[in-house]
């Protein structure tokens, strides 16, 4: 039997695909029992809040959107991937935001443990301010210390000296608040180094901890409008919004409508899946025949599974294969995950036209050697070998 600290294996996670980066279908009363499992278990859990900023800088900077597929829970921090994620069939029911997360920690004062979080970044004198005032109320957690590298580069914020600082306050969960792209690549860079189980980039939480920023009334954070009262508080967000915008315009229409249209017909077809396992003398093969949907997910888990804990390279065979959806990707993002940890590769050969639109479109034309790469300006395609 599994002991309840035990971290599930990646294949577990009820994970969608949505348009290039993975999301998990997750309600916050799991995630908040996940983050205490793992506090407990002394485990590395590295917690991402993926928003629209995130979804469009993980077009731009492939190095960011490792972080998210390397993450042990990504989750839907922002209105807009909720209506995104409606628009594509994916059930996304609720929210969960980083400040929503760590305020639910803070605020439960019939917690058996405080958890003891190290704040790490911010602007001159926030850290120390919110830990100020998070020690000086009852609840569920407790500042263990706090720590501002200031401006400078990932490489300085990595010495020795401030991952020793990190590791001594044995606390349970980092925060940081350097900015997304830094903060989630220096993240990723200590992940080895540092001690504290719970690691998590929740920028905004700092300044609200703090009483720098007030945060959205939750009537404006359930219509989906907390931007603007963010650009009220923060004038200089507005950029990084206006930028956010016109890249989920251009998603619309060349992402969204058409797999609206493409899941409309195929609505009311289905087929059921199949799945063979064989192997050559370079790897493990896995064929599937049928559709590679959320419906069929259960049919082909128990080979990922197998795949997950072997000690072989593995290809996926699509050549029987007529359709696959974002819960599929999802299953496929997690079992790369899986096999990499292990050293192994993933390949996915023999796909249909109609199998390779839906990766494209998706946002994962990068797992079949396919990558567009977007930005303001310009869009191009490019080529690589996928690992």
Same mark, same amino acid.
């Given at each position: 039997?599994?002991?309840?600290?035990?971290?599930?294996?990646?294949?577990?996670?009820?994970?969608?695909?949505?348009?290039?980066?993975?999301?998990?279908?997750?309600?916050?009363?799991?995630?908040?029992?996940?983050?205490?499992?793992?506090?407990?278990?002394?485990?590395?859990?590295?917690?991402?809040?993926?928003?629209?900023?995130?979804?469009?800088?993980?077009?731009?900077?492939?190095?960011?959107?490792?972080?998210?597929?390397?993450?042990?829970?990504?989750?839907?921090?922002?209105?807009?991937?909720?209506?995104?994620?409606?628009?594509?069939?994916?059930?996304?029911?609720?929210?969960?935001?980083?400040?929503?997360?760590?305020?639910?920690?803070?605020?439960?004062?019939?917690?058996?443990?405080?958890?003891?979080?190290?704040?790490?970044?911010?602007?001159?004198?926030?850290?120390?301010?919110?830990?100020?005032?998070?020690?000086?109320?009852?609840?569920?957690?407790?500042?263990?210390?706090?720590?501002?590298?200031?401006?400078?580069?990932?490489?300085?914020?990595?010495?020795?000296?401030?991952?020793?600082?990190?590791?001594?306050?044995?606390?349970?969960?980092?925060?940081?608040?350097?900015?997304?792209?830094?903060?989630?690549?220096?993240?990723?860079?200590?992940?080895?180094?540092?001690?504290?189980?719970?690691?998590?980039?929740?920028?905004?939480?700092?300044?609200?901890?703090?009483?720098?920023?007030?945060?959205?009334?939750? @009537? +404006?954070?359930? *219509?989906?409008?907390?931007? /603007?009262? #963010?650009?009220?508080?923060? !004038?200089?967000?507005?950029? =990084?919004?206006?930028?956010?915008?016109?890249?989920?315009?251009?998603?619309?229409?060349?992402? @969204? +409508?058409?797999? *609206?249209?493409?899941?409309? /017909?195929? #609505?009311?077809?289905?087929? !059921?899946?199949?799945?063979? =396992?064989?192997?050559?003398?370079?790897?493990?093969?896995?064929?599937?025949?049928?559709?590679?949907?959320?419906?069929?997910?259960?049919?082909?888990?128990?080979?990922?599974?197998?795949?997950?804990?072997?000690?072989?390279?593995?290809?996926?065979?699509?050549?029987?294969?007529?359709?696959?959806?974002?819960?599929?990707?999802?299953?496929?993002?997690?079992?790369?995950?899986?096999?990499?940890?292990?050293?192994?590769?993933?390949?996915?050969?023999?796909?249909?036209?109609?199998?390779?639109?839906?990766?494209?479109?998706?946002?994962?034309?990068?797992?079949?050697?396919?990558?567009?790469?977007?930005?303001?300006?310009?869009?191009?395609?490019?080529?690589?070998?996928?690992?």
């Amino acid at each position: 039997m599994t002991s309840p600290d035990q971290p599930p294996s990646d294949l577990a996670r009820e994970v969608y695909g949505l348009l290039g980066i993975p999301i998990d279908v997750i309600e916050m009363p799991e995630v908040l029992s996940r983050i205490r499992s793992a506090a407990r278990a002394s485990r590395p859990y590295l917690v991402s809040t993926a928003n629209l900023n995130f979804l469009s800088a993980s077009h731009k900077d492939l190095g960011f959107r490792e972080t998210l597929l390397a993450s042990d829970l990504c989750t839907a921090d922002g209105v807009p991937l909720i209506w995104i994620a409606k628009l594509l069939g994916i059930p996304l029911r609720s929210r969960v935001a980083g400040s929503d997360m760590f305020e639910a920690l803070r605020s439960d004062r019939d917690a058996l443990h405080r958890l003891r979080v190290f704040l790490f970044g911010g602007d001159e004198g926030v850290a120390a301010a919110a830990c100020s005032a998070l020690n000086s109320q009852d609840g569920g957690v407790l500042c263990a210390g706090c720590f501002n590298p200031g401006y400078c580069g990932v490489n300085e914020m990595s010495s020795e000296e401030v991952i020793a600082l990190i590791n001594a306050s044995h606390a349970d969960f980092l925060v940081a608040a350097l900015g997304a792209a830094k903060g989630q690549e220096w993240l990723i860079r200590n992940h080895q180094r540092i001690t504290v189980p719970v690691r998590a980039h929740l920028g905004a939480t700092l300044n609200f901890q703090a009483g720098v920023h007030r945060r959205a009334p939750k @009537i +404006l954070r359930r *219509m989906g409008f907390e931007w /603007l009262w #963010r650009i009220k508080e923060e !004038p200089k967000l507005w950029r =990084r919004y206006a930028d956010d915008a016109f890249v989920v315009a251009s998603f619309m229409l060349t992402r @969204i +409508l058409p797999l *609206m249209l493409i899941r409309a /017909l195929k #609505r009311k077809t289905g087929r !059921p899946l199949e799945v063979e =396992r064989s192997e050559t003398q370079e790897s493990s093969v896995i064929s599937l025949n049928g559709d590679a949907t959320a419906a069929n997910v259960s049919r082909v888990l128990p080979f990922f599974e197998a795949a997950a804990i072997g000690y072989r390279d593995l290809s996926i065979n699509f050549s029987g294969a007529t359709m696959v959806d974002a819960r599929f990707i999802g299953l496929i993002l997690m079992l790369k995950k899986e096999l990499r940890q292990r050293g192994l590769h993933l390949k996915l050969t023999d796909l249909r036209p109609p199998v390779e639109r839906s990766f494209r479109l998706n946002g994962f034309g990068y797992l079949i050697g396919v990558v567009v790469e977007r930005s303001s300006h310009d869009a191009h395609e490019s080529r690589y070998a996928a690992g």
